[in-house]
């Protein structure tokens, strides 16, 4: 089974790997650079394209977070 309680998944340890590999300030400057792609695009009046790339700022920070985490308290 590939979800075994109490234990993480061999493939969820090598995310966490890699991700702690990333530099955590290239999540904020992806979600800053996402706004302003936003903002752009919402000044050359396509406004579906700018709110679609506006919702990427969250989950870009979000990773940020967990990339914040397994590198100050590492994996399994």
């Given at each position: 089974m590939a979800f075994e309680t109490g234990n993480e998944g061999?493939?969820?340890k090598q995310i966490e790997i890699a991700t702690s590999k990333v530099p955590s300030a290239t999540f904020l400057?992806?979600?800053?650079?996402?706004?302003g792609v936003s903002l752009t695009l919402?000044?050359?009046c396509k406004d579906q394209n700018a709110l679609f790339v506006g919702q990427w700022a969250a989950p870009f920070l979000l990773l940020g977070i967990y990339n914040k985490i397994v590198k100050t308290e590492g994996h399994d």
């Open positions: 061999e493939v969820t400057i992806a979600a800053v650079a996402a706004m919402k000044c050359l």
